[in-house]
């Protein structure tokens, strides 16, 4: 990896990556590859992900921003056929190995989804599903982790007096926040957000982008969209990716506003392809 294509944008460093402040990294990638059977997918990409801070991955369709996504909490095990290889550090864990289990990740490294996909039962239920599977039972404790997640993604005032109710009969994108809600309920360090507004109405994108501003205050977030302007609005740091490359990544504003590659001054501006 070469410092001009190193993740961050603000001066060298003597290891190739390109530093961005003082603060801490929730996720360090280097070398990571993932092959679909003899498709290449991706290709080499390192990075650094900030901690406590919203990055966005924007690209084309099918420039792998979501099978980069995928990675960071294994969920590509689940594809028949795919290998991942390289390095992603998570607190002093290389996340890859064979000896981390995918399960225990996705209990400190949480995912939404591009639809909403609530369970089929009641939006108490929803939330307090992880807590149980992860040994809470008191009504009390469990009580306030409905509450308190609620809170978290703003839909306390919305549902409080219908807890019992169906999940699927909220609207979209109630649906939505309640499943970001379900994340959080089992408190994990990171959360990733695949497209998480695109099949959402003007209104319900504006609570979910104000909702991910309040977030990433308390966590890390990690969110793939196609919408170039959503990225400039909630993001701390973007990356850029074409064919399964990380062409550029730094602090969202200077690489919008001058991009240090061509091909992301062309991809921003509309001129691509």
């Keep these: 990896m070469t410092k001009e294509n190193g993740p961050m944008a603000e001066g060298p ?18 070398k990571v590859n993932v092959h679909y059977g003899s498709t290449h997918a991706i290709k080499d990409v390192s990075m650094r992900i900030r901690e406590n801070a919203a990055t966005a991955f924007i690209g084309p369709s099918g420039c792998g921003k979501s099978t980069l996504l995928r990675c960071l909490n294994r969920m590509n095990d689940e594809i028949v056929g795919c290998k991942t290889t390289g390095t992603i550090m998570f607190k002093g864990t290389n996340i890859l190995s064979n000896k981390v289990d995918p399960v225990a990740l996705r209990h400190t490294v949480g995912m939404v989804f591009q639809k909403p996909n609530p369970f089929p039962t009641s939006i108490y239920k929803n939330i307090t599903f992880g807590p149980k599977v992860h040994g809470i039972r008191g009504k009390d404790e469990l009580d306030e982790i409905v509450e308190r997640t609620l809170k978290d993604s703003a839909l306390w005032e919305e549902v409080k007096d219908r807890l019992d109710d169906p999940a699927m009969s909220l609207s979209g994108g109630q649906q939505q926040r309640l499943c970001i809600a379900r994340a959080l309920a089992v408190e994990p360090d990171i959360i990733l957000m695949d497209e998480p507004c695109s099949a959402l109405d003007p209104i319900a994108t504006s609570k979910i982008e104000d909702l991910i501003t309040e977030l990433k205050e308390r966590y890390t977030v990690v969110i793939v969209t196609h919408n170039m302007q959503q990225a400039a609005r909630v993001s701390d740091f973007t990356g850029f990716m074409f064919l399964g490359r990380l ?21 921003i501006t509309g001129r691509f392809g």
């Design 247 to 267: 062409v550029e990544f730094g602090r969202t504003t200077p690489l919008f506003e001058k991009p240090r590659k061509t091909l992301t001054e062309k991809y």
């Design 13 to 30: 460093a003597s290891n190739g990556y390109l530093k961005v402040g003082n603060g801490k990294y929730a996720l360090d990638l280097r």
